[in-house]
């Protein structure tokens, strides 16, 4: 979300229009009154801030069709140079079925990149397994498919779109796309039901920040979708 810096109302709409039960964000404020900024934004889609930390600019809020148990914001390891990176976890709850959520922005240098992809997983999965919940990964990979850490990534969960893709998939820039580097990446017990393109205004897609949204609506083993 740029830290909101282009239309925080444009921005607000759609998060409202994507009416997810989890949502992983990047670039969220991270200097002055960056919590109160964070909050107010997700209230005003209906949504709470569940999990994520100041540095890292990575966050999860969560909706009301799910219930928060765990939240932590990790530090991955700092590259002298390079920006501080983070991941934001939440552990929620839905039908009895719990799924660990992990947002995360890995870097643009390729080996930071595929340092930070391992480091995030390792930590997903630990999460992950202690409070016996489904791992979901989602963010901003600074990547396109096949690149390494993404095919680290898809090697140990499943990379959404392609199971079943809505739209063409591409993320970035938002006004013209190009290039899919931003991906929602499940535990293959779950199953995909859709992945890609949100439906919201194209003209709050353009303004709300530099990347359009990915959503993907996820059936939990015996319960109903999550998105």
Known sequence: ????????????RVITAL???VLCVQEAPRFLRWRHRRGRLAASGGMSVAAGRRLGGVAVLTGAGVRPLHAEGRLLTFFLGLEQRAIAIAVVERGGQRVAVGSVHLDLDAAARAHHA????TLLEAVAARFRALPVL???????????????LAGRLNDCYPVSPRGDGLTF?????HA?????????RLEVVSC???????????LATDHLPVLAELALPGGPADR
């Open 138 to 152: 989602a963010g901003d990979v600074n990547e396109r498919p096949g690149e390494p850490a993404w095919r680290l």
């Open 1 to 12: 979300m740029r830290s909101m810096k282009d239309d925080v109302a444009a921005l607000g």
């Open 19 to 21: 009416r997810a039960d």
């Open 196 to 206: 890609g393109e949100a439906e919201a205004d194209p003209r709050d897609l353009a």
């Open 173 to 177: 820039p938002a006004r013209r796309p």
């Open 180 to 188: 899919r580097i931003d991906a929602i990446f499940a535990a293959p």
């Open 118 to 121: 391992r480091q995030a997983l």
